[in-house]
């Protein structure tokens, strides 16, 4: 059967199956389209960090390795130029390269940039070959690098955080300016993004879960005390919301349940490892990644979501709701999705409510319940990938159809 178009994929090399929201979007679009009849490939910039597997060798077109010295050299181009850090880290002239010689065997018709960090590889290979260029926008990151200064004290991280919300308020809107196609993850997103691009053609597509859902909803005969926080720690607004949770909430989740425990789950550094390390006889387990979360989390009365710098699409809640696991979080969790509190997950912002969330959670079987029912049903109204991906096609088809 003849492909329907076809689509190269810029993204960085993460984690199969993947344990983060920007590597579920990846990786679940890829598997979708595929199903569609569009032919994909992926180049991954592997920025060093420890991954499992790769995509198959009819899917991956190339690795390029990231140098150990590049961010040290990103650093003094950003400062030199006035950029934001992390444009001058994912620029990469050797994927642009290896993109050009892929076009002379393999023509592609679109180059979609996972996530906004490859947009500079994406419009220097569109202006090698004249693929049109379809921005993903897993975030608003300017937003983001905003929020994680919020969080902070004035001093140097505060500094380095608006400096680079700044910078990247003004790239990334000459990178939706730019783009052919733009689709924002969330209609928040889209919102802050057309805003800065009016005149860029722009669709929301929301994520997939991680993980297919079972048939069964699980039932526990005794709620244990044990609670799982998972995904990547690479992410500083992940683990900058876990440790808040680590010293605000979880003292008092332990005082209000004796015994409690919290195994914390996903692709962690040495050095994310030593910032959790005061918690480490606290019950708290880390376990980094793992090949299947189910068995993790099926042994868990729920979900921790801890969520204040986040943006775009919050994907683990939306894979607790696919797996009928309870999700208890702030409401930052829920930015963007049909989240209601006491309905289909257990939202609070003061460290307080939140542990008496997690209280309410092992005491109460019927809350489990209905709050595990009602998250099924969100994710099989809104999230399932065969939906999602056929958002896709018809936003590419469009696209491929614009002159």
């Known amino acids: 059967m003849n492909a329907r178009y076809r689509l190269l994929v810029l993204a960085t090399r993460h984690a199969i199956p993947p ?12 598997d979708q389209l595929r199903r569609l009849d569009v032919d994909v490939r992926v180049i991954l910039l592997d920025d060093g960090k420890a991954h499992q597997t790769d995509y198959p060798e009819s899917v991956l077109a190339g690795i390029v390795k990231m140098p150990r010295w590049k961010p040290f050299i990103a650093l003094g181009e950003a400062v030199a130029r006035g950029q934001p850090f992390v444009s001058c880290k994912w620029a990469s002239p050797k994927i642009v390269t290896m993109a ?19 947009m500079t590889n994406a419009l220097a290979i569109r202006q090698q070959c004249g693929a049109k260029v379809v921005m993903r926008a897993q975030n608003v990151e300017y937003a983001i690098c905003q929020r994680m200064a919020d969080t902070m004290k004035f001093g140097l991280q505060y500094l380095i955080w608006k400096r680079e919300a700044v910078r990247l308020r003004d790239v990334e809107g000459d990178w939706c300016r730019a783009a052919d196609l733009c689709l924002p993850i969330s209609e928040d997103d889209r919102v802050l993004l057309q805003a800065m691009a009016p005149h860029t053609p722009m669709l929301t597509v929301q994520a997939g879960s991680a993980v297919t859902a079972g048939a069964q909803i699980p039932q526990l005969s005794v709620i244990k005390p044990h609670f799982l926080h998972m995904g990547s720690l690479d992410w500083p607004p992940r683990m900058e919301g876990l440790v808040w949770f680590l010293r605000e909430v979880w003292p008092r989740v332990r005082s209000l349940i004796p015994g409690a425990r919290l195994s914390i789950v996903g692709s962690i550094s040495a050095s994310g490892r030593a910032k959790l390390h005061p918690w ?23 979900v921790i979501i801890p969520m204040r710098c986040g943006g775009g699409i919050k994907i683990r ?11 208890i979080g702030t409401s930052l969790m829920g930015e963007g ?4 509190n006491a309905i289909n997950c257990l ?10 969330a997690m209280r309410c959670i092992c005491a109460d079987q019927s809350l489990r319940t209905r709050l595990i029912e009602a998250g099924r049903e969100v994710h099989r109204e809104h999230f399932s990938w065969e939906t ?3 958002q896709l096609l018809r936003a590419h088809e469009l696209c491929l159809k614009i002159k």
Do not use: R
Request: with cysteine; net charge negative; charged share 15%.
């Open 317 to 327: 809640l939306i894979t607790a709701w696919a797996n009928g696991w309870p999700a």
């Open 388 to 390: 999602i991906g056929n």
């Open 100 to 118: 050009t010689k892929l076009y002379a065997q393999w023509p592609f018709d679109l180059i979609q940039s996972s996530g906004s960090f490859h």
């Open 280 to 302: 480490i006889n606290q019950g708290i387990e880390v376990c980094g990644f793992v090949e299947n979360l189910q068995v993790v989390a099926e042994a868990c009365a729920a």
């Open 347 to 356: 939202m609070a912002d003061e460290p307080a409510e939140l542990a008496e």
């Open 337 to 340: 999705l049909p989240a209601k």
């Open 19 to 30: 344990d983060s929201g920007y590597a579920t979007d990846t990786f679940g679009a890829i």
